[in-house]
């Protein structure tokens, strides 16, 4: 059965830490594995990787895949408050199979 | 334009109410989708419309109707819904793996 687990579940850091968080998979016809971050209302598109070793970045957040070892992790440099969040990992085969998510909490 | 739009952002309706969510992107992707989303849970597929055509649907109860007037639009039809359909219904669309997600509407059913 195709799976997605990510860890931590939650998590909580003081403003400026730099936090990684972990995607591992287990999924059959793999195309892409994306991120996601979600506040009170939608997720919202972070990165899709499709390469192994490329690492994408955006400003202070950044990520990379490992199709040998099926696993991504997601970095946030400098946390802010407004960091804080449920970011998700979902990875695309013919639908989007998705991890739990973990809570991240930034104290001031 | 590079975002999916839905109307309402609320919604609560009596377990006799008809009602329809809508979705529309132009963004030209071919592949839009509804979600149901429970709190403290991941987005859980509903329906997929490829080039307008449904091609995934999860086992939805048919109190839910989708329908994809054209490449742009996607509507849910409500009806007969129950309690426990109380949730943030989502809309996304995507080319080339990369899915976009809509605001989703919120929905409360009494």
């Known amino acids: 059965e195709d799976k997605v687990v990510q860890s931590p579940l939650s998590l909580v850091v003081h403003e400026g830490d730099t936090v990684t968080l972990n995607c591992s998979y287990e999924?059959?016809?793999?195309?892409?594995l994306l991120w996601y971050k979600q506040e009170k209302k939608a997720p919202t598109f972070l990165f899709m990787l499709?390469?192994s070793g490329i690492e994408k970045k955006s400003g202070r957040l950044s990520s990379i895949l490992d199709k040998k070892e099926l696993f991504s992790i997601l970095n946030i440099t400098a946390t802010q408050t407004g960091d804080s969040a449920v970011y998700l990992c979902?990875?695309?085969?013919?639908?989007?199979?998705w991890g739990a998510g973990t809570k991240l909490i930034i104290k001031p | 334009d590079t975002e999916v739009t839905q109307t309402p952002k609320h919604l609560v309706m009596g377990m006799t109410n008809k009602k329809s969510l809508k979705c529309e992107q132009h963004?030209?992707?071919?592949?839009m989708y509804w979600y149901k989303q429970k709190a403290k849970k991941p987005p859980e597929l509903m329906f997929v419309?490829?080039?307008?055509?449904?091609?995934i649907n999860e086992s939805v109860p048919s109190r839910f109707s989708p329908e994809c007037p054209n490449s742009s639009l996607l509507n849910l039809h409500l009806h007969a819904l129950q309690p426990e359909d109380s949730a943030l219904y989502l809309c996304?669309?995507?080319?080339?793996?990369?899915?976009?997600f809509g605001p989703g509407t919120r929905l409360t059913v009494l």
């Open positions: 499709t390469s």
């Open positions: 419309y490829s080039y307008e055509k449904l091609s």
């Open positions: 999924v059959t016809n793999f195309r892409s």
């Open positions: 996304a669309s995507s080319q080339d793996g990369k899915t976009v």
């Open positions: 963004m030209g992707h071919r592949a």
């Open positions: 979902a990875v695309l085969n013919y639908q989007l199979i």
